[in-house]
């Protein structure tokens, strides 16, 4: 009986899933301003609880960044920048870093475009 309920959750969770296929999928593309100028050398990460797709890029020079092959969804949104030592990530983006940032981006197949003006 245990293993039938445990079949039954697989295959409910299988059948859930997305599908990754060329149809599908959208690029993704933005900026990265700290506090209204480009921010180069930043990794952005679009990840979401409950798609199979994570995203990730690194911006440019001009702040710009491109996440190619995203299903739409709702994503929380990481960015940060390692310190001058390389050794740990920049202050100024702890609070955008990781699973507990604040920022959200939901990605359809009309809006692939985010422009995120940081704080410190």
């Known amino acids: 009986?245990?293993?039938?309920?445990?079949?039954?959750l697989i295959v409910a969770l299988v059948g859930c899933s997305?599908?990754?296929?060329?149809?599908?999928?959208?690029?993704?593309?933005?900026?990265?301003l700290m506090e209204g100028k480009p921010c180069r050398d930043a990794e952005v990460t679009f990840q979401a609880?409950?798609?199979?797709?994570?995203?990730?890029a690194v911006t440019n020079g001009n702040g710009k960044f491109v996440v190619d092959?995203?299903?739409p969804g709702e994503y929380t949104v990481s960015i940060f920048r390692m310190s001058q030592d390389g050794m740990?990530?920049?202050?100024?983006?702890?609070?955008?870093?990781?699973?507990?940032?604040?920022?959200?981006a939901i990605v359809t197949p009309e809006k692939t475009t985010?422009?995120?003006?940081l704080t410190k």
């Open 1 to 8: 009986m245990r293993f039938l309920m445990m079949l039954s």
């Open 18 to 32: 997305q599908a990754i296929t060329p149809e599908n999928v959208v690029e993704v593309s933005g900026s990265i």
């Open 49 to 56: 609880e409950h798609l199979p797709t994570v995203g990730r």
């Open 69 to 71: 092959e995203l299903l």
């Open 88 to 104: 740990s990530i920049d202050p100024m983006f702890e609070k955008y870093a990781g699973t507990d940032s604040q920022l959200v």
């Open 114 to 117: 985010f422009d995120f003006d």
